[in-house]
Every structure is written in structure tokens, then in C-alpha cells.
């Protein structure tokens, strides 16, 4: 196991010098923030990317993510281009020896949360969500200041999406999503770069949309849709931990029986009703995600892979971008540590 650390860039208020003096983290996610999505991702930027985290004493070892387009999903007929940049990327990526790409193929919203700042019992703050609350969220306006997601929309281009995506069900969106693989695939595999897809969030439909990549029949089937070792997954015990019905730890021995699971995010969830729930400090006792049977898991398929902690709460007075704080997410990796040492000896 490789332990990481999630930095946005120059911008973060989190800096790699930080980064650098959390004990065991030697490699950082990043991602380039300056292109537009369905560009292809110029050489120049991404060396330059590779040489700044080098110089602070660590390494890029995923970038997360190189976004998928909104036609490339819906299916229009500009998917065959895009799809050409989105390859150029992925070669340039293996050819600057960045070994695992994360994306997902979320419709229009990336993670999504009705609370970014949902006040806990120790006086910490955290992401939450409640179904109930979705509702009242005005979509009229555009996107606005909302969390998680690669792009921005005024109100006219949100509603040309939700209208576009209207009508689409799930098979679609499969069919979609195999179309995507079948040829970035092949480029992922020749340029020595695993594709890790990241599971919806929360797992089930948000605004009316379809998502797929919910639960391990869907995993197992993404898989599937392009057999090969380049197709994988990145493992969210968050997102997936969401939902009461998904067994983390088959899962896990499922995909990593075959070599699937290309990266891991750590988190934990407090489950607190149906479709309605907060997160929380890492260690099992906190959340509904049993930590200690997923690095279980982890140690019966010999996972070596990237691992960071995911989101984290606010605490120590701490201000920056949501669930992303300097101090919850370290005392994360520190934690995960323990107990992959735990595991491992």
C-alpha cells in the first residue's frame, strides 16, 4: 500500500511542504485545473505538474481525475472527438509516468452534498447529506458555488443538460460508458496507465439523473465491459459505504481477486437514515464502515496500490475547502497506516 495525499494545486491552501511532513506519505493526487474539459491535456502543463511536486520531495502517483465530457456520456455525435482527447491525455499521462488515472462517469454532478459544513458533537464540522434537503436545492440559478464538480454551468446550460439527460436510463448510460471504454481502453493499456473509476456519490440518483457505478454487481460489470487489466476501479469506502446494502469487504475480494482495484479512498460515513447520512473521523468506531474488515480485504488480495485518505472534517478551528482541511485528513493517513502495519505484520 502507497499512501497519498490529495493537493488541488498552488491554490490549495494545503501545500506539498505541508504534505511532505505527514510520516509516510510520499506521493500526491493532482490533476491539471486550467484545462477545459474535453481538451486534450497539453505535455508542457503536465511535466511542469510532475517537476513542482518533485521538486517539493514527492511524486505525482494518480491524477484525479481527466474529466469525461457531458457528450461523451449522453451519446452525441462530438463523443468520437472527444474521446481522441481524451486518449491523447491518457498517453501523455504514461508517458510522464503517472501510473493510475481516476475519472467517473457521473451525469452532470460530480459528489454531491445538501451540507458542507454539517456541525458534530465535538464542536468539528463535516459533509453531510440528506435526501429530503436535495430537493430544495435551486437548480434554476445554475450550478453556483456547489461542491465537487469539474464544471461550472449557468442556468441556460443546466437546463439544456437536465432536458438532455431527461429521457436516458440506465441501459443508455451503460451503453455509453462501454462505448467510452472500448476505445480509451486500448490507449490506457498500450501507455502502461490503469483506469480507476470512482463510484457514484452518493450511490444512488441525485436531481432525477441515472447513475450507474453503485454497488458490486455494477463494479463487477464495468469490469466486464472491456475485460482487461487496465480496467479497474477506484474503490471509495465512502461512497459505496453510503449505502446499507453494499458489503464492502466482498466486494473488495471480488475485484481484487482479479487485479481490479487500482486505487483505494478511505473514508468513513455515519449512516443516520435511509439515503441520509454525515461523515466522519476515519476509525471504525465513529462510522457505519468497518475499516478493520476492509483492510481485511485488502491484505487477502495483497492490495499494493495507491491509498489516500478521502474527505475529512474541519477541525482545530481550521478554514479551506470543504472535507479537504490539512489536520482530520492527516490524523486519516496516520490512522490508515496503523493499521495496514496492523494488517500487514
Given at each position: 500500500m502507497k499512501m497519498s495525499f490529495r493537493w488541488f494545486g498552488d491554490d490549495d491552501p494545503v501545500s506539498l511542504e505541508y504534505i511532505r511532513q505527514i510520516p509516510g506519505v510520499r506521493s500526491v493526487v493532482s490533476a491539471l485545473t486550467n484545462v477545459d474539459v474535453g481538451?486534450?491535456?497539453?505535455?508542457?502543463?503536465?511535466?511542469?505538474?510532475?517537476?513542482?511536486?518533485?521538486?517539493?520531495?514527492?511524486?505525482?502517483?494518480?491524477?484525479?481525475?481527466?474529466?469525461?465530457?457531458?457528450?461523451?456520456?449522453?451519446?452525441?455525435?462530438?463523443?468520437?472527438?472527444?474521446?481522441?482527447?481524451?486518449?491523447?491525455?491518457?498517453?501523455?499521462?504514461?508517458?510522464?509516468?503517472?501510473?493510475?488515472?481516476?475519472?467517473?462517469?457521473?451525469?452532470?454532478?460530480?459528489?454531491?452534498?445538501?451540507?458542507?459544513?454539517?456541525?458534530?458533537?465535538?464542536?468539528?464540522?463535516?459533509?453531510?447529506?440528506?435526501?429530503?434537503?436535495?430537493?430544495?436545492?435551486?437548480?434554476?440559478?445554475?450550478?453556483?458555488?456547489?461542491?465537487?464538480?469539474?464544471?461550472?454551468?449557468?442556468?441556460?446550460?443546466?437546463?439544456?443538460?437536465?432536458?438532455?439527460?431527461?429521457?436516458?436510463?440506465?441501459e443508455q448510460m451503460w451503453e455509453h460508458l462501454a462505448y467510452f471504454l472500448e476505445r480509451v481502453v486500448p490507449?490506457?493499456?498500450?501507455?502502461?496507465?490503469?483506469?480507476a473509476i470512482h463510484p457514484d456519490d452518493p450511490p444512488w440518483p441525485v436531481f432525477g439523473l441515472p447513475r450507474i457505478i453503485t454497488n458490486g454487481p455494477a463494479l463487477e460489470r464495468l469490469t466486464r465491459l472491456v475485460d482487461h487489466p487496465a480496467n479497474g476501479v477506484t474503490f471509495c469506502t465512502g461512497s459505496l459505504g453510503a449505502s446499507a446494502d453494499n458489503d464492502l469487504p466482498a466486494m473488495l475480494r471480488s475485484l481484487g481477486a482479479r487485479r481490479r482495484v487500482h486505487f483505494m479512498h478511505c473514508r468513513n460515513v455515519r449512516r443516520t437514515g435511509e439515503r441520509q447520512f454525515h461523515e466522519t473521523?476515519?476509525?471504525?468506531?465513529?462510522?457505519?464502515?468497518?475499516?478493520?474488515?476492509?483492510?481485511?480485504?485488502?491484505?487477502?488480495?495483497?492490495?499494493?496500490?495507491?491509498?489516500?485518505?478521502?474527505?475529512?472534517r474541519m477541525i482545530w478551528g481550521e478554514r479551506g475547502r470543504p472535507g479537504y482541511g490539512l489536520y482530520d485528513r492527516a490524523l486519516g493517513a496516520m490512522y490508515l497506516q496503523g493499521l495496514w502495519e496492523g494488517m500487514s505484520r
Open positions: 481538451a486534450p491535456w497539453p505535455k508542457d502543463d503536465i511535466d511542469r505538474l510532475v517537476a513542482r511536486i518533485d521538486t517539493a520531495g514527492l511524486e505525482l502517483g494518480v491524477v484525479e481525475s481527466v474529466a469525461v465530457h457531458e457528450d461523451i456520456k449522453l451519446g452525441r455525435p462530438t463523443r468520437d472527438r472527444l474521446i481522441d482527447h481524451y486518449c491523447d491525455s491518457i498517453v501523455r499521462l504514461g508517458e510522464a509516468g503517472i501510473p493510475v488515472l481516476c475519472y467517473n462517469f457521473m451525469p452532470i454532478f460530480d459528489w454531491t452534498r445538501t451540507e458542507l459544513a454539517m456541525p458534530l458533537a465535538d464542536g468539528s464540522t463535516a459533509l453531510g447529506y440528506d435526501h429530503r434537503q436535495l430537493a430544495r436545492i435551486d437548480l434554476s440559478k445554475g450550478t453556483g458555488d456547489l461542491p465537487g464538480w469539474a464544471t461550472a454551468y449557468d442556468a441556460e446550460t443546466l437546463g439544456g443538460l437536465l432536458t438532455a439527460y431527461h429521457d436516458m436510463d440506465e490507449a490506457a493499456a498500450s501507455a502502461n496507465v490503469k483506469l473521523p476515519h476509525p471504525s468506531e465513529f462510522g457505519s464502515v468497518d475499516m478493520l474488515e476492509v483492510f481485511r480485504a485488502l491484505r487477502d488480495v495483497s492490495y499494493d496500490g495507491p491509498m489516500r485518505p478521502d474527505h475529512g
